[in-house]
């Protein structure tokens, strides 16, 4: 018997699990080992933080999915891993050793300048801890005359993010000022003039004040380059990504953030029975943005790779598209499309938001539901 190991279970290993429910070999033993048997789907994480979802509606359980797989699910933590032995620590000291290993364990927030602010600072990742966080913020929130919320990101994230927690604790009747910081780079990075206009009106519309520059963390909230001060009774970091630390003592080949460089079939570089996919991996061959929307794109290939691999046939590679879309949330059922230069916005855009999330979430729980019992 031959081991597949798949670690984490990102947006991509969704499709691998899905692609192995469908043919799976006889002579493999596979195993997924992720800290948690649910995937938080990010695109409907600001829909939730808004109230128009429940937090259920918005996971995937992959234990059905697993078991319609005839993948053994260990729910644990990486500690790290020795590539040139193909073996994989986990966090409770036993080992895994593999024949053929696949990595979607998404990547960090870079905390590193928010660190003096302690426990006001929420990272987004990992997403079930800023869950219970979020609802310890609407708490206190309605508990005091005034309430301030820093939202640290200027990309989509961020945006998205100050935009869901405005509406919602005004629907709270807190009493809630929310400043979105977004970095010299500038608001909405990468996206059209367009976009941002229409991002910036909606700001000023929903009452949510824009800074710019660099902030780190304080006791008390935020500090800028020039000596400004931002006080702050919680912070959402929607800040860049960092790569996982223990990649670097994996002996793979790394860039110069700490990402695994992979070919177009998302290959390891070093070693040629590895694969990853996600934020954690890095093209050599062509620029990807760290959005979930690759990992998404890339899974099919993924799935189709590693069945390859284990069967002696052809593998493919992975073509970003050109553009990606992107709908983003703005707090009530009304979104704002990207995709190149093109934009538009509206409640319209929600409802097609909505359908594309909801279906997401159907295509890997309804077929699998049962499995498991």
Same mark, same amino acid.
């Given at each position: 018997?031959?081991?597949?190991?798949?670690?984490?279970?990102?947006?991509?290993?969704?499709?691998?699990?899905?692609?192995?429910?469908?043919?799976?070999?006889?002579?493999?033993?596979?195993?997924?080992?992720?800290? =948690?048997? *649910? @995937?938080?789907?990010?695109?409907?994480?600001?829909?939730?933080?808004?109230?128009?979802?429940?937090?259920?509606?918005?996971?995937?359980?992959?234990?059905?999915?697993?078991?319609?797989?005839?993948?053994?699910?260990?729910?644990?933590?990486?500690?790290?891993?020795?590539?040139?032995?193909?073996?994989?620590?986990?966090?409770?000291?036993?080992?895994?050793?593999?024949?053929?290993?696949?990595?979607?364990?998404?990547?960090?927030?870079?905390?590193?300048?928010?660190?003096?602010?302690?426990?006001?600072?929420?990272?987004?990742?990992?997403?079930?801890? *800023?869950?219970?966080?979020?609802?310890?913020?609407?708490?206190?929130?309605?508990?005091?005359?005034?309430?301030?919320?820093?939202?640290? &990101? #200027?990309?989509?994230?961020?945006?998205?993010?100050?935009?869901?927690?405005?509406?919602?604790?005004?629907?709270?009747?807190?009493?809630?000022?929310?400043?979105?910081?977004?970095?010299?780079?500038?608001?909405?990075?990468?996206?059209?003039?367009?976009?941002?206009?229409?991002?910036?009106?909606?700001?000023?519309?929903? &009452?949510?004040?824009?800074? @710019?520059?660099?902030?780190?963390?304080?006791?008390?909230?935020?500090?800028?380059?020039? &000596?400004?001060?931002?006080?702050?009774?919680?912070?959402?970091?929607?800040?860049?990504?960092?790569?996982?630390?223990?990649?670097?003592?994996?002996?793979?080949?790394?860039?110069?953030?700490?990402?695994?460089?992979?070919?177009?079939?998302?290959?390891?570089?070093?070693?040629?029975?590895? *694969?990853?996919?996600?934020?954690?991996?890095?093209?050599?061959?062509?620029?990807?943005?760290?959005? #979930?929307?690759?990992?998404?794109?890339?899974?099919?290939?993924?799935?189709? =790779?590693?069945?390859?691999?284990? @069967?002696?046939?052809?593998?493919?590679?992975?073509?970003?598209?050109?553009?990606?879309?992107?709908?983003?949330?703005?707090?009530?059922?009304?979104?704002?499309?990207?995709? #190149?230069?093109?934009?538009?916005?509206?409640?319209?855009?929600?409802?097609?938001?909505?359908?594309?999330?909801?279906?997401?979430?159907?295509?890997?729980?309804?077929?699998?539901? &049962?499995?498991?019992?």
């Amino acid at each position: 018997m031959r081991r597949l190991l798949l670690v984490g279970g990102g947006h991509a290993h969704l499709a691998v699990l899905a692609a192995l429910a469908a043919r799976r070999p006889a002579d493999v033993e596979a195993v997924l080992i992720t800290p =948690n048997p *649910f @995937q938080t789907y990010s695109g409907m994480l600001p829909g939730w933080m808004a109230g128009h979802y429940e937090l259920p509606a918005c996971r995937i359980d992959l234990r059905p999915l697993a078991a319609a797989a005839g993948v053994t699910l260990r729910v644990a933590a990486v500690a790290g891993m020795d590539a040139d032995r193909r073996r994989i620590a986990v966090t409770d000291g036993t080992h895994l050793d593999y024949d053929l290993l696949s990595l979607d364990i998404g990547s960090e927030t870079d905390l590193s300048w928010l660190g003096a602010a302690g426990e006001r600072v929420l990272p987004v990742r990992p997403m079930d801890a *800023f869950a219970a966080a979020w609802d310890a913020v609407r708490q206190t929130a309605a508990r005091q005359s005034r309430y301030a919320l820093a939202v640290v &990101g #200027g990309g989509a994230a961020g945006v998205e993010l100050a935009l869901a927690a405005k509406y919602r604790l005004d629907g709270d009747g807190a009493a809630a000022v929310v400043t979105l910081v977004i970095s010299e780079a500038g608001l909405l990075p990468g996206h059209a003039p367009g976009v941002v206009r229409r991002i910036r009106r909606l700001l000023s519309r929903r &009452g949510i004040a824009l800074q @710019q520059g660099h902030a780190a963390g304080t006791h008390d909230g935020l500090m800028f380059a020039d &000596g400004a001060r931002l006080p702050a009774d919680a912070i959402i970091a929607a800040t860049g990504a960092r790569a996982a630390g223990w990649l670097r003592l994996s002996k793979l080949a790394l860039d110069g953030d700490g990402y695994i460089k992979v070919s177009a079939e998302h290959r390891s570089l070093s070693h040629g029975e590895v *694969f990853a996919a996600g934020d954690t991996c890095s093209r050599q061959d062509a620029s990807l943005a760290r959005s #979930g929307v690759h990992a998404v794109h890339a899974g099919p290939v993924l799935a189709h =790779n590693l069945l390859a691999v284990l @069967q002696g046939t052809a593998t493919r590679t992975y073509r970003p598209r050109r553009h990606s879309l992107y709908l983003l949330a703005t707090g009530p059922k009304y979104a704002v499309a990207s995709w #190149g230069r093109w934009s538009a916005e509206g409640a319209w855009v929600w409802r097609w938001k909505d359908w594309i999330d909801r279906g997401f979430i159907r295509r890997y729980t309804l077929p699998y539901q &049962g499995a498991a019992s």
